[in-house]
Structures are given as structure tokens and as C-alpha cells.
């Protein structure tokens, strides 16, 4: 049993399983931070979606975030349709300011994270536009978008020759086959032109 039931009190039963707790759409939001955690690939997932669902419902404060997995909340959000969510609400706007303080300071396997599940332009404009390729994996996040078909791909593919440009031939190679945008790959093609010497 889920759920205890005494008169109009309602608890989560302390016996149920953590995946049964990490389901349960009423459980403290401490308790499902503290799950977030858990070492069962499962019960994250599942933390994963029941935080998406509190962030849609706008059920969540955004102080709370930093106390869940930080890949779990980026994973989260990457999934959150926030056309779903109220367009004038307080609480959704202290959620998007949490959301938006959430990009700017995590780490960059989760901008990597997010980069790869999340199709939304508001979390890509973010990471584009607020944070920089600084180390691999935020390279890697970058890459992401600009191969993508997000309108902040050819602002992805700048910011990439900006801070890497002395990358490596073979991952620009890369970007002028993999990208969606003929402006990305027109822009990575003259990169790779010019340093051939060809033109010249």
C-alpha cells in the first residue's frame, strides 16, 4: 500500500519501496531531493519525471532545486513543456528564474544533459547565450546545438570558433556533416578553408 489514510490525513506508508516513493505525486519534496540521490537507475528516473511534473504544475519552490541530484534536475527540466505552464503566475516566474539560475551555474555534464534531450529553445538559448564552451563537455553541449535545428545553432557554432580555435580538423569535419543549419555548416566550411590555405 502506497498510502496511509487516517480520517483526512494522508502519509506515504514508511515500509513502500523507494521506487513506490519516488512515484508518489504528494511526497515531501525533501524526501523525493533525498531519493534523487539514489544509487537504483530507476528510482532516478522516476525522480526525473515526478519533478518535471512538479516544475509543469509550478508545485515546486525553486529554492528546493539545489537539493535534488543535479543531473536529475537536468534531466528534468530538458523534459518540462513549459507551454504547458501558466503564462502569469508568480510561482511560474520564480520557477523560470530558478530554472534560468539552474543553467547559469551548473556543471558542464549537465549542460551536456540538457543540450542532448531538450528540444526547447528557451533552454538552449540559455545555455548559449549564458554560458561559455569552457572544458569538454560544455564543448561537447555546444556542439550539440549547433548541430542541431535550434534558431541559437549558428550562435553555438560562433561561440565554438571563439573559444576553440585551434579545435581539432576532424570534429569540424564533423559539425559541416552532422549540422542541421546550412549556416552552420557554410561558417565551419570557411573555418576549415582557411586553414587549409585553400582560396588563398
Not at 543531473?71 to 503564462?87: D, L, Q, T
Not at 551536456?112 to 533552454?123: G, H, P, R, V, W
Amino acid at each position: 500500500m502506497q498510502r496511509i489514510n487516517i480520517g483526512r490525513a494522508s502519509f506515504h506508508n514508511p515500509l513502500a519501496s523507494q521506487r513506490s516513493k519516488a512515484a508518489d505525486p504528494r511526497i515531501n519534496s525533501f524526501t523525493l531531493s533525498r531519493l534523487s540521490f539514489s544509487r537504483d537507475k530507476d528510482v532516478r528516473a522516476i525522480c526525473v519525471e515526478n519533478l518535471r511534473d512538479r516544475i509543469e504544475r509550478t508545485d515546486i519552490h525553486p529554492w528546493l532545486l539545489p537539493f535534488f541530484s543535479e543531473k536529475v534536475v537536468a534531466r528534468a527540466i530538458s523534459y518540462v513543456r513549459f507551454g504547458e505552464m501558466p503564462s502569469v503566475s508568480r510561482r511560474a516566474d520564480r520557477l523560470y528564474d530558478g530554472v534560468v539560475t539552474f543553467v547559469k551555474k551548473c556543471n558542464s555534464e549537465s549542460l551536456k544533459i540538457i543540450a542532448d534531450i531538450s528540444e526547447n529553445d528557451f533552454l538552449l538559448g540559455l545555455i548559449v547565450l549564458d554560458r561559455i564552451p569552457e572544458d569538454s563537455m560544455g564543448l561537447t553541449a555546444f556542439s550539440l546545438i549547433a548541430m542541431g535545428k535550434s534558431s541559437y545553432a549558428k550562435l553555438a557554432c560562433n561561440r565554438i570558433l571563439t573559444f576553440w580555435p585551434d579545435l581539432n580538423d576532424n570534429l569540424l569535419s564533423l559539425l559541416v556533416q552532422k549540422s542541421a543549419t546550412r549556416s552552420v555548416r557554410d561558417a565551419v566550411a570557411e573555418t576549415v578553408r582557411k586553414r587549409s590555405g585553400v582560396g588563398r
